[in-house]
């Protein structure tokens, strides 16, 4: 088995193995995998994050050890809270972006410094740590940062993103890990019964004619959600589901919310 972990801000992971095969998600910076299989220019790979397996460009891993791999699964990561960061590689002293909800493991709060095995960096961007106190309020603050960013399927990051994309970094920046997609996300947390009983950062997903859940987005008061569609937006929703007041219509029909929280 061989290791690796993003040292770039993004790495599309594909379906398939070829260039036009379709994004299903992306890996962010400072987040690692294990090397499942590979062939010619194409690995597949499992992120440590979630599980989730498809296939990256060869070319564009940062191998790690099967030691350095378990000392970040087994230590804490800081995950960057601001929408935009910039990083500087400390070998080259290139300073590159990386997006929201990036790992730094081995972060030294002290001197903004980090590493991956031999790879040394700093974080040359503002840093405030991540205020758990109010898990609600902080994870709807997080995911109002990216009002406006445009929708992109297998999205995370702030130039692009999709529903479930935006729910899961806006959670694991508060140190609340869960599944990539929302016919996944849904399997986590407790039912809330009443839509009247769903509080700031509860999960509402909402499904298609066959009953299949398509969309996620996180409740943001008690009438109104954020969500990607589109674009990041906030509508309203009711029991119905989301109601879009620009075109008089509701566009997405609500299934079921759930507490991860509490």
């Known amino acids: ?5 993003c040292n770039i801000s993004s790495i599309p992971i594909r379906k398939d193995p070829a260039e036009s095969s379709e ?3 992306e890996i962010l910076f400072g987040e690692h995998f294990k090397i499942i299989e590979l062939i010619e220019r194409w690995a597949k790979i499992k992120l440590a994050f979630d599980s989730y397996e498809g296939w990256i460009d060869r070319k564009i891993i940062q191998a790690l050890t099967e030691s350095e791999f378990e000392s970040i699964n087994n230590s804490s990561s800081f995950v960057t809270n601001q929408q935009i960061n910039k990083v500087q590689n400390l070998k080259n002293n290139i300073d590159f972006l990386i997006g ?19 790879e040394k960096y700093k974080l040359v961007s503002e840093y405030a740590q991540t205020d758990k106190s109010d898990l609600r309020n902080g994870i709807i603050d997080f995911a109002s940062k990216y009002i406006n960013c445009s929708y992109l399927w297998g999205g995370r990051n702030p130039f692009g993103i999709d529903c479930s994309g935006l729910s899961q970094i806006s959670y694991k920046t508060f140190g609340i890990n869960i599944l990539r997609d929302a016919s996944q996300q849904v399997t986590h947390g407790k039912i809330v019964e009443f839509i009247d009983d769903a509080k700031p950062a509860d999960l509402a997903f909402f499904d298609n004619a066959d009953g299949v859940i398509t969309h996620v987005g996180l409740i943001f008061d008690k009438n109104h959600i954020i969500h990607a569609s589109g674009k990041v937006r906030i509508d309203k929703i009711d029991h119905q589901g989301i109601y879009n007041e620009e075109r008089k219509i509701y566009t997405h029909k609500l299934r079921i919310i759930k507490n991860l929280i509490d």
């Open 23 to 25: 994004m299903r998600t």
């Open 100 to 118: 929201g909800g990036s790992s730094l493991p081995n972060f030294d709060a002290k001197t903004k410094s980090f590493n991956f095995g031999e």
């Open 1 to 5: 088995m061989e290791y690796g972990i």
